[in-house]
């Protein structure tokens, strides 16, 4: 789903300059059928402790004014952006990476700009909101030991982590409060968004349906195969003298989503094996299938609803229309502000 809102902790300005491709509505595929046809900074702002520039240039991306953008970070941030259009099914071309390393340490030096104008100007981190991201974020791993695993693995410490949070932190801060009360987004504004990018409002055709399996491997022995089929057809022909579908794929069924009675959800096209999206798309609501057979065994489906293609009401995205707009005027105000300041810096860039 169309996301622009940013995530505390996170590199702002990098994510507001380099401008991901929208996610598409009601994207996301379902991993159903798999089996189931299935960033230094101290807190106090202090610049005297920053890393200096001496026997440390194999290690530094950039020097901006003395202080120095570690060559790790670069590399994280290439690493970061790269997964992030993964995520997405776009795979970066060899020949377009140059430019993306080239936006990647133009918006660290960027950063670093930024973060030193507002240490400059007394803008202050509190150690409270610096502890509160640092346990938003172990709270996303399962204990202790697994983030500590994560981080050990990217050649990390927690005070390398606690030191990059408040830097971003100072710097969402710094902007957000020089430039946020300047941007206004009316109304026109935001249906012109909506009308001009109506792709992404998009909704698929989509259908919601329940099934029944049996397992077999594909390379399994006949004699195997023929015993499956012969069940199958067992619970089809239960099926045909009026037992209920979601009864016999809790009792029956071999697939995961037996506990929800067959049900595998919501879902479009592309989402499942092909034979097996073939025949649910082709049905009508209530109807149940013949027997199917997919990479995974025999199936039954029943079809309990379909959805045709549609969009997305303009009501329920204005607000995220209107983050959008915010971020990509916020962009705008910071480059040009940094436009203003980048002359008088000393910059040495020191990756191609």
């Known amino acids: 789903m169309f996301n622009s809102k940013l995530n505390r902790g996170v590199v702002l300005i990098v994510l ?3 401008i991901l491709p929208l996610a ?16 230094e900074v101290q807190t106090d702002n202090s610049t005297a402790e920053r890393e200096p520039i001496g026997g440390v240039a194999g290690e530094a991306a950039a020097v901006v004014n003395g202080s120095v953008i570690p060559l790790k970070a670069f590399n994280g941030q290439v690493q970061a952006i790269i997964q992030q259009y993964a995520g997405q099914g776009i ?35 509190s150690d409270e909101a610096v502890a509160a991201q ?8 399962p204990d202790e030991a697994t983030y500590l695993n994560v981080l050990s693995s990217q050649g990390m410490t927690e005070e390398a982590v606690r030191n990059d949070i408040g830097k971003s932190l100072l710097v969402e801060d710094y902007v957000t409060g020089k430039f946020g009360p300047l941007i206004k987004i009316e109304e026109s504004d935001i249906i012109d968004f909506y009308t001009e990018n109506s792709q992404y409002f998009s909704t698929p055709e989509q259908v919601r349906a329940s099934h029944i399996l049996i ?17 199958i057809n067992e619970i089809k022909a239960r099926l045909e003298s009026g037992e209920e579908f979601s009864e016999l794929a809790r ?42 057979e997919t990479q995974f065994g025999y199936h039954l489906i029943r079809l309990t609803s379909k959805n045709a293609p549609g969009s997305v009401p303009l009501e329920e995205v204005k607000g995220q229309i209107s983050d ?25 860039i020191l990756v191609p």
């Open 251 to 292: 009792t029956m069924s071999e697939g995961p989503s037996n506990v929800n009675g067959g049900d595998l959800g919501t879902f479009g096209r592309g989402q499942m094996v092909k034979s097996f999206e073939d025949v649910v798309f082709a049905m009508n609501v209530g109807d149940v299938s013949d027997v199917v």
């Open 16 to 18: 507001m300059l380099i």
């Open 91 to 125: 795979n970066i071309p060899e020949d377009q990476l140059g430019d993306l390393k080239l936006k990647i340490i133009n918006n660290l030096v960027d950063q670093e700009l930024i973060y030193q104008d507002a240490v400059a100007k007394g803008i202050k981190v």
């Open 134 to 141: 640092l346990d938003a974020i172990k709270g996303q791993f």
């Open 215 to 231: 397992k077999v491997e594909p390379d399994a022995e006949e004699s195997v195969k023929k015993d499956a089929l012969s069940r």
């Open 324 to 348: 959008h707009l915010k971020q990509l005027k916020m962009a705008e105000m910071i480059n040009g502000y940094v436009a203003t300041i980048k002359p008088d810096a000393v910059i040495e």
């Open 24 to 39: 598409v509505f009601g994207g996301g595929k379902k991993e159903e059928p798999k089996e189931d046809v299935s960033v």
